[in-house]
């Protein structure tokens, strides 16, 4: 995982960008979905992480949850990282699709 870290500051420095097995990561786990807190108070931003591989970030506000692709407000997290997810395979799926009739 990717750290900031100068060798001449010593200890003072932050890891950045925590994986989701990292002991101080803060996680919201959702069936089929880990979201890994990144920054932000409000919204807080969450890294979604489906199996090993990072789809994007959603966005908790106080009253509702946004995600990367959309302008849609979603009641819960795991509606916005499901809609992240399918924009993602609908987005591959036209790509290779594109592909293939190039």
Same mark, same amino acid.
């Given at each position: 995982m990717s750290f900031v870290q100068d060798p001449d500051w010593g200890d003072c420095c932050e890891p950045i960008l925590l994986s989701p097995t990292h002991p101080n990561a803060e996680l919201v786990e959702i069936p089929g979905y880990t979201l890994v807190y990144c920054n932000g108070v409000c919204p807080k931003i969450y890294r979604v992480y489906k199996g090993e591989s990072m789809l994007g970030l959603v966005f908790q506000h106080i009253t509702y949850w946004t995600n990367e692709v959309d302008a849609?407000?979603?009641?819960?997290? /795991?509606? $916005?990282?499901? *809609?992240?997810?399918?924009?993602? /395979?609908? $987005?591959?799926? *036209?790509?290779?699709t594109n592909n293939i009739a190039a």
């Open positions: 849609n407000q979603y009641a819960k997290p /795991l509606n $916005a990282a499901v *809609a992240l997810d399918n924009f993602l /395979l609908v $987005a591959s799926m *036209a790509k290779a």
